[in-house]
């Protein structure tokens, strides 16, 4: 992992603290972690789709569902950039791109500690 990858990885929920918050049902927290790595590529298949589309109602329907997924596993920089995209989608469409760019790098990163970690 490299040292922006590493710094990420702080604002990472463990393993542990999903288990306190899950009533240290680890089954469930294996749930909840496939699910969300099962439902990530859809969501940013919506996100794209809807800018294709001229959708904005769309892209910001998906970041909404996508950034409340994050939040169960994550906060700072990969959560900010799915609220970002959300906050932009509707007034400026055109940006949404380049932020989607940042947002799947992001995910990439989230998706292999989870797949480590959880």
């Known amino acids: 992992m ?3 990858a590493a710094e990420r990885t702080s604002s990472y929920v463990t393993r542990e603290e999903l288990l306190t918050t899950f009533d240290d049902d680890a089954g469930f927290v294996h749930e ?3 699910g ?3 439902r990530c590529p859809i969501l ?8 294709r589309d001229g959708d904005a109602g769309a ?6 569902a996508l950034k409340g997924s994050i939040g169960y596993f994550a906060h700072g920089e990969v959560y900010a ?7 932009i989608a509707v007034a400026e ?4 791109p ?6 799947e790098e992001l995910l990439g990163d989230l998706t292999r500690y989870l797949e480590s970690e959880c």
Do not use: C, S
């Open 32 to 34: 909840i972690v496939a």
């Open 81 to 87: 950039a799915a609220l970002r995209i959300e906050q």
């Open 59 to 64: 892209v910001a329907f998906a970041a909404h």
């Open 2 to 4: 490299n040292y922006a």
């Open 93 to 96: 469409l055109p940006l949404v």
């Open 44 to 51: 940013l298949e919506q996100i794209r789709a809807g800018f």
């Open 98 to 103: 380049a932020l989607l760019g940042k947002l």
């Open 36 to 38: 969300f790595l099962d």
